[in-house]
């Protein structure tokens, strides 16, 4: 899978929106962008995936860049239990399309 | 919806023993997944399986056998645990191996090997 850098932390604040960032320089064009979760002391959760169109679904937004080197996770309002670490993945055609996961970004939301 | 299905969610195993971790699905996904989390580090990939009587190593296999008993199972097995296996074992499925795919992963098994 092709390389993903993400922020190590994020802070936010509650009920305010939070833009993710990742930069996927080495994309290529058939490689899908995913995004998981992980809360504390629980499993992965789906949260999105895009392939060139921006994505809405109810957790939250994937905004994609016009030549797809980054894109960008938006909570449109952060509730405290958004809190988690949030990996930006990339999924091809390679190596069985495994998901991989980097270091991801440890999200804090503050009341 | 129980979703993945882990067991057991703890284990305190001496060194050298044995030990199969279970995993089950009701989603009738095709591909299943096994990981371990060490500390402060993402997911890394154990073993999967694309469908019902095929197993393929991932980036971590050595010291770990599984078996796809069916197509809502597959277990984990340590044959002679080593301190070096205490980790967070996730089991997970998805519909296939597509790219455009969600996987669905379990809540983890915490094994500590002394």
């Known amino acids: 899978d092709a390389k993903t850098t993400q922020p190590n932390s994020m802070e936010s604040n509650e009920e305010e929106p939070v833009h993710l960032p990742c930069n996927h320089s080495?994309?290529?064009?058939?490689?899908?962008i995913h995004w998981y979760r992980q809360l504390p002391s629980q499993g992965p959760e789906y949260v999105i995936h895009?392939?060139?169109s921006n994505v809405n679904n109810r957790m939250a937004s994937l905004a994609i860049a016009e030549d797809r080197k980054s894109s960008t996770l938006i909570l449109h309002r952060a509730t405290l239990r958004d809190a988690a670490v949030y990996y930006c993945?990339?999924?091809?055609?390679?190596?069985?399309?495994?998901?991989?996961f980097g270091g991801g970004t440890r999200l804090m939301v503050k009341p | 919806n129980a979703g993945v299905t882990q067991t057991p969610k703890f284990q305190v195993l001496k060194t050298g023993q044995s030990m199969t971790l279970q995993c089950a699905q009701d989603?009738?996904?095709?591909?299943m997944y096994w990981y371990r989390q060490d500390p402060g580090m993402g997911l890394r990939l154990i073993y999967y399986?694309?469908?019902?009587?095929?197993?393929d190593k991932g980036e971590v296999p050595n010291g770990y056998n599984v078996s796809r008993l069916n197509k809502r199972e597959f277990s984990l097995r340590l044959e002679s645990a080593a301190p070096s296996q205490t980790s967070v074992y996730f089991c997970?499925?998805?519909?296939?191996?597509?790219?455009?795919?969600?996987?669905?992963f379990g809540q983890g098994t915490r094994l500590t090997v002394v």
């Open positions: 997970a499925s998805s519909e296939a191996l597509r790219r455009n795919t969600e996987a669905f």
């Open positions: 895009g392939l060139t």
């Open positions: 993945i990339l999924r091809d055609n390679n190596a069985g399309n495994m998901l991989t």
């Open positions: 399986s694309a469908s019902e009587g095929t197993t």
């Open positions: 989603m009738n996904h095709n591909s």
């Open positions: 080495t994309i290529s064009g058939t490689d899908y």
